[in-house]
């Protein structure tokens, strides 16, 4: 574990190095995982089935073929693939090689995907054939882009296919203080930002993963459904370490899931609370033997207990549910299986409204706004301190000193209080962030787009309730003297520029917005409007 008490200060590229005690790295785990389980099934996608071994042949072929294209320890490789075999054979050859891991949504915007490639100067990207059109639009805009490698077709500079028929190769093998991944989260200033983990914190949050969830085994298949490049990607490793079978899922369809879940067998389920939400409701219209599953992992908000209540209706007591951030991976604290477990009879425990215990590798404490310690039962901001912690914000210095201390406590932006018996709850955002569909979604980068519109002379947005996704987008729009704006327009103007996922879902025009006397619009003001009745100010 790292020494968290170690003073420490981010370098020019916004990096904080501690002191690592664990030596280990994420490709030596996979090393050893397709050495100890060879002959078991890893990876299932369609009617494709590979092995351990099988993998593990691939993936260092294909560290061969990047090797052999000049990639070196360091460079920065992204992922811009749907959930499939392809996926986790170009994630787990970026770690064999060294290369620092960047996993993108494929529902993002061609403008923010232009941005990332950039903000980290990515030298080569694995990309879909959709992805592979749009990146060719927009590659003279992309300098440090070496490298299209195409998974299924489309325009680029070689194929998956042509780098898996190069000879196996083991380069100068990452150091675990080394970057591994870079996971990119939206900012206030609407420009995201590369948190960006060590092999050792990576390596970290598989310990925690494991410590937390009920044992994995080699005879678990994991369904992959929720996006590799979030939740699913960062639940996948300790399960691979375990050797268990991973089965892949493109596309989310409620019917479509309630069938493999029978048909395979899945045993664990890893989801965002919008995905269980619309699967509950599939299974009670639809009931069927599920009793395959023993785990379901989910993250990104709580879920509303009477929704939790019905969920363990259909499934059981089968639910894990994990706190985290991109800047500190799950599980910062766990809502365990056990203390799902509830009589009905009782009525629903408050304890299912909570983010769980903090997990034991982990220290958490409540600050104030001075920084001091908050008394029991106060509520504080939520500060962590681990060997899960990022090393700092990809090449930005300030950002990074902002959120870490030099004492390696992190803040995270969520605000917090513990009762009696150590459940941690999340009752607010110290930032105007909103989780909308397990999706972070700072409100500055959409109102930046909104503001475009002729007709807009303010706007605000806003995170408020909804049923199915947690939270949702609203925008609170004044309009300019003499022109006239549509709710259409404004939404239209943010699918032109922004993922699907950014755009409001619904506007509001009002004659002005509540400033401070500096000027400032008072997003909180308009935003507890809408959560006057809920007990807590953050969706799920």
């Known amino acids: 574990m790292l020494d968290g008490t170690a003073m420490a200060t981010p370098g020019e590229d916004g990096l904080v190095r501690r002191p690592v005690c664990a030596r280990v790295t994420i490709a030596e785990l996979y090393d050893r995982a ?126 998956l296919d042509e780098l898996r028929a190069a000879e196996p190769a083991r380069p100068v093998k990452p150091d675990a203080g080394d970057p591994a991944a870079i996971l990119y989260t939206s900012g206030t200033t609407g420009l995201p930002k590369g948190a960006t983990l060590s092999h050792a914190a990576w390596a970290a949050m598989v310990r925690n993963e494991l410590l937390e969830l009920p044992p994995a085994a080699d005879d678990d298949l994991v369904l992959h459904v929720a996006p590799l490049s979030h939740l699913s990607g960062y639940v996948a490793p300790a399960y691979f370490v375990r050797g268990a079978t991973h089965l892949t899922c493109a596309k989310f369809d409620p019917a479509v ?35 395959s599953l023993h785990t379901v992992v989910y993250a990104g908000s709580p879920i509303a207990p009477d929704r ?30 056990r203390h799902h477990a509830f009589d009905p009879g009782a009525g629903i425990p408050p304890r299912l409204a909570s983010a769980g215990r903090v997990s034991p590798f982990v220290e958490v404490k409540l600050v ?30 300030d950002a990074t000193a902002a959120i870490l201390g030099p004492d390696g406590w992190a803040g995270t932006g969520d605000l917090g209080r513990f009762d009696d018996e150590g459940y941690l709850y999340l009752v607010d955002r110290k930032k105007d962030m909103v989780v909308t569909g397990g999706f972070n979604v700072y409100p500055t980068e959409v109102e930046n787009v909104v503001s475009t519109v002729a007709g807009v002379s303010e706007v605000a947005v806003v995170g408020v309730p909804d049923e199915t996704w947690g939270e949702a987008l609203k925008a609170i ?54 959560w006057a009745d809920s007990a807590r100010k953050v969706g799920g």
């Open 34 to 159: 397709y050495h100890q389980f060879g002959s078991r099934i890893a990876v299932r996608d369609g009617d494709t089935a590979l092995t351990y071994r099988e993998l593990g042949d691939r993936v260092h072929r294909v560290v061969g073929g990047l090797t052999a294209l000049g990639l070196r320890r360091g460079d920065r490789g992204v992922l811009l693939v749907a959930n499939g075999l392809e996926f986790f054979e170009s994630e787990h050859a970026l770690f064999a090689s060294g290369l620092v891991r960047t996993a993108l949504s494929t529902r993002l915007h061609v403008r923010e995907v232009g941005h990332i490639l950039n903000d980290c100067a990515a030298s080569v990207v694995f990309a879909d054939a959709a992805w592979a059109e749009q990146l060719a639009g927009i590659r003279a805009e992309l300098p440090h882009l070496r490298f299209i490698v195409t998974v299924a077709g489309g325009p680029g500079d070689t194929t």
């Open 257 to 291: 899931v309630l069938d493999l879940i029978e048909s395979h067998h899945v045993t664990v389920l890893p989801m965002v609370p919008t995905m269980l939400n619309l699967l509950v409701l599939a299974a009670e219209q639809r009931p069927g033997d599920y009793s």
């Open 308 to 337: 939790l209540a019905r969920a363990r209706a259909v499934f059981g007591d089968v639910f894990v549910q994990f706190y985290g951030l991109s800047e500190l991976p799950i599980p910062i604290a766990c809502l365990s299986a």
């Open 368 to 397: 104030d706004d001075t920084g001091a310690e908050v008394g029991p039962g106060e509520i504080g901001e939520i500060t962590v301190r681990g060997d899960q912690t990022m090393m700092g914000y990809w090449h930005r210095p």
């Open 477 to 530: 729009v004044v309009m300019r003297t003499g022109f006239t704006v549509t709710a259409d327009e404004v939404i239209a103007v943010c699918a032109a520029h922004l993922a699907g996922y950014k755009k409001p879902r619904s506007v509001e025009f009002v004659d002005e917005l509540p400033k401070t006397g500096s000027g400032k619009i008072m997003r909180r003001r308009l935003r507890d409007r809408y």
